[in-house]
């Protein structure tokens, strides 16, 4: 029973290089999630996806860009990265989304990304 | 600016003392939900509160929503080092459709 996977755990880019981070739920939920975590500010949300091939914008957007081309995956692209996007990112999903309000988010372990 | 504040931000304190968090707003939130996070990994859910002046127990952990739902609390009885962590609260408007987190609180319990 994996839940959330996320891919890679751990990657280190220049300045102005691209990655794709990916996500895979095997749970089946419509709702998912990106999240960038900073010391100190919680957990912002980035894009999110209300099923296959939706996608909509969080709190924080710029610079990012996602894809829901499955179901079960959700990818999040960085075209050309700049060191304010060094950070932990986090992958959620639920099996519904507001106005359900009571359904938890099942998080992954994160990507810690960080920009040189 | 935040829209939910966590207090206090660290806090470290000896295994068997009890504690309590706060996560407070200024907005009405129609639920409100509270997440620990251990090093390493993604959040996991504790516990959804949706009524105001709701109290809900997780063996020694009690969560409050306040009665206006702009805030909550979590108090910890007898903790031990296996609490430690990152308390973060997230709460939904309603008329949001996303989850808005707090700061967090990070916590060590020391033995």
């Known amino acids: 029973n994996a839940g959330v996977t996320q891919t890679p755990k751990f990657r280190v880019l220049k300045t102005g290089q691209s990655m794709t981070l990916l996500c895979a739920q095997d749970?089946?939920?419509?709702?998912m999630y990106w999240y960038r975590q900073d010391p100190g500010m919680g957990l912002r949300l980035i894009h999110y996806?209300?099923?296959?091939?939706?996608?909509a914008k969080g709190e924080v957007p710029d610079g990012y860009n996602v894809s829901r081309l499955k179901k079960q995956n959700f990818l999040l692209g960085l075209e050309s990265a700049a060191p304010s996007q060094t950070s932990v990112y986090f992958c959620?999903?639920?099996?519904?989304?507001?106005?359900?309000?009571?359904?938890?988010?099942?998080f992954g372990d994160g990507t810690r990304l960080s920009i040189l | 600016t935040q829209l939910l504040e966590q207090s206090p931000q660290f806090l470290s304190i000896q295994e068997g003392e009890n504690l309590t968090v706060y996560c407070n707003s200024s907005?009405?939130?129609?639920?409100l939900q509270w997440y620990r996070q251990e090093p390493g990994e993604g959040p996991v859910l504790l516990v959804t509160?949706?009524?105001?002046?709701e109290v809900k127990k997780l063996k020694r952990l009690t969560f409050q929503f306040g009665d206006a739902r702009k805030d909550s609390s979590l108090h910890i009885t007898a903790a031990q080092p296996g609490d430690t962590g990152l308390y973060l609260c997230?709460?939904?408007?309603?008329?949001?459709?996303?989850?808005?987190f707090g700061g967090g609180t990070r916590l060590m319990v020391k033995p």
């Open positions: 907005s009405v939130f129609s639920s």
């Open positions: 509160v949706v009524t105001g002046g």
């Open positions: 997230a709460g939904f408007h309603n008329a949001g459709n996303m989850l808005t």
């Open positions: 959620a999903s639920s099996f519904w989304g507001p106005p359900d309000s009571n359904q938890p988010q099942h």
């Open positions: 996806s209300v099923g296959e091939g939706t996608t």
């Open positions: 749970m089946n939920h419509e709702y």
